[in-house]
């Protein structure tokens, strides 16, 4: 429990951290913490990623897409475990999970009526969101790269200590 608490609080510092930091729309570690925490770490780790989010959101503040955006968080760590075999897979996976966040935060945007509830109105909520999602995928391949070359650094150095001890 106690090593649940330490890897609670540094994905609540790393999560936080990118989202208090001013930056561009949707340039944060999120997406990429969403898989990686479960991918890397297990999927029992996805309700810690979650009270982090949560816990960001009373200071940042809650709006009309709080829940698609923590249901995107929780669908993107469940589909971890298909992805985390090896370097490869977890960027794809991480990709992957761009793709559904931006999924179903769009549709959240068009289901709160920001469009109107037509089937044009559900393409041009799409279609006006790319900008967005561009930023996404760059933050996610940035943080992704960051977070592998952690994992890599880490897991030889464990390696390592346990050869010559």
Do not use: Q
């Not at 709006?63 to 971890?80: E, K, Q, R, S, Y």
């Not at 298909?82 to 935060?105: E, H, P, Q, V, W």
């Amino acid at each position: 429990m106690k090593l649940y608490i330490k890897i609670f609080f540094g994905i609540f510092l790393a999560l936080s951290a990118s989202r208090f930091i001013p930056h561009p729309p949707n340039f944060t570690s999120l997406l990429a913490l969403s898989f990686y925490v479960p991918a890397l770490l297990g999927r029992k780790y996805i309700f810690a990623l979650l009270l982090s989010f949560v816990i960001t959101d009373l200071f940042i503040g809650f709006h009309a897409l709080t829940f698609f955006t923590w249901g995107a968080v929780v669908i993107i760590g469940v589909t971890t475990k298909y992805f985390s075999n090896k370097f490869t897979t977890r960027l794809m996976g991480a990709f992957l999970g761009t793709i559904i966040f931006f999924i179903i935060t769009n549709f959240g945007v068009w289901a709160i009526g920001s469009y109107g509830y037509t089937f044009e109105g559900l393409i041009t909520c799409y279609v006006l969101a790319i900008p967005f999602y561009a930023y996404s995928l760059i933050s996610t391949i940035l943080f992704s790269s960051i977070i592998e070359i952690i994992y890599k650094i880490t897991n030889n150095n464990i390696k390592s200590f346990k050869i010559n001890t």
